[in-house]
């Protein structure tokens, strides 16, 4: 599954890259999905997705966009059971963090579709816009966000991912070179095949 460099994701007319400026880009990735017609809107394909039936994955229907693989579930039956195990799940006391929610303008605000800290699955959302979401999640590991923005294109949409991850403490860089093989390697090309399914339920002719 595709990666972007920092520089070409960075090219992209996105609010994110002034929203997070100084909050490190961990990776970008992105796959291209099939333009069964125009106008097609982010905001629209989640809504749309949503209302999709879901699989068994224990994804809420905000969520489901991503539906994890059976692989994938072992994977995060795995990492939570360890997570639990030590405590690195907890999110910290609320005077302890600040969410990336505290950056939004007046302006963030009114063009947003989905007010800031609503829940969706694992995450809260910082941002909605009409093409572009930020989520964001805190917990003793890191204090990370993803970005899902699309792009329509002559032939075809282009769906972005963008991971942010924010140190915490001393343990947040080994922690995430110790994932960093599975999430690269397993657990976002599944994710983003799961895109592309839900894609082609939401809006394929057949």
């Given at each position: 599954m595709p990666q972007l460099s920092t520089q070409e994701f960075e090219r992209l007319p996105l609010r994110v890259h002034t929203?997070?400026?100084?909050?490190?880009?961990?990776?970008?990735?992105?796959?291209?999905?099939?333009?069964?017609?125009?106008?097609?809107?982010?905001?629209?394909?989640?809504?749309?997705?949503?209302?999709?039936?879901?699989?068994?994955?224990?994804?809420?229907?905000?969520?489901?966009?991503?539906?994890?693989?059976?692989?994938?579930?072992m994977l995060l039956d795995i990492r939570f059971f360890v997570g639990r195990f030590f405590g690195w799940d907890r999110e910290p006391a609320a005077t302890a963090w600040e969410t990336f929610a505290t950056r939004l303008t007046e302006t963030d605000r009114s063009r947003s579709l989905a007010a800031a800290g609503t829940r969706d699955g694992f995450f809260r959302v910082v941002y909605r816009f009409e093409n572009e979401q930020l989520v964001e999640l805190i917990n003793r590991t890191a204090h990370a966000a993803a970005l899902s923005a699309l792009v329509e294109t002559a032939t075809a949409y282009r769906f972005y991912l963008g991971v942010y991850v924010r140190r915490v403490s001393r343990f947040t860089p080994f922690y995430m070179a110790l994932i960093d093989?599975?999430?690269?390697?397993?657990?976002?090309?599944?994710?983003?095949?799961?895109?592309?399914a839900r894609w082609n339920q939401a809006f394929g002719t057949g």
């Open positions: 929203f997070l400026a100084g909050v490190p880009l961990h990776d970008a990735w992105f796959i291209d999905l099939p333009r069964w017609r125009a106008g097609v809107t982010l905001d629209e394909f989640l809504r749309t997705a949503g209302n999709c039936k879901l699989d068994t994955c224990g994804c809420s229907k905000s969520s489901s966009l991503f539906t994890p693989s059976l692989l994938v579930r093989p599975f999430r690269r390697l397993i657990v976002y090309p599944s994710l983003l095949r799961s895109v592309r």
